[in-house]
């Protein structure tokens, strides 16, 4: 059983930046990929990023390349998405999760950021409100 706790959210002005955590509990940590996904408003749960268990390779929405950056520290059971240059249409919730091995996270194809059903679990998610 993992649980995952996502921190960092907040309001921001657009061109701002904010950190996320996702912090795990267990000591599988570092066999599973994790994910963060987001929800706006009246839109369904999308990928954002993910970052593989194994190797760390990652993966990126089109939407945030070149903008946020997601990494983990095993040592702490801790997956971050730095998040810069933000934008008001990045308002939404910021879902973690965590996908046991590589299959969540390019597993099918480079650019794979999974699905809902690859990943075991999910945390309660955190808001990240991006307005002037």
């Known amino acids: 059983q993992v649980q995952l706790v996502e921190s960092g959210g907040g309001l921001v002005q657009p061109g701002g930046s904010l950190r996320l955590s996702c912090a795990a509990s267990?000591?599988?940590?570092?066999?599973?990929?994790i994910g963060w996904f987001r929800q706006a408003p009246g839109e369904e749960r999308a990928g954002v990023s993910c970052i593989r268990s194994k190797d760390d390779r990652s993966v990126y929405a089109d939407s945030v390349k070149g903008r946020f950056t997601i990494s983990r520290d095993n040592a702490k059971n801790t997956v971050y998405l730095q998040m810069n240059d933000l934008k008001p249409e990045d308002t939404a919730v910021y879902y973690c999760a965590a996908g046991w091995g590589t299959i969540p996270c390019g597993g099918r194809y480079a650019s794979d950021l999974g699905r809902d059903d690859d990943y075991d679990y999910w945390g309660q998610g955190t808001q990240v409100t991006v307005s002037s």
């Open positions: 267990g000591s599988t940590f570092g066999y599973y990929s």
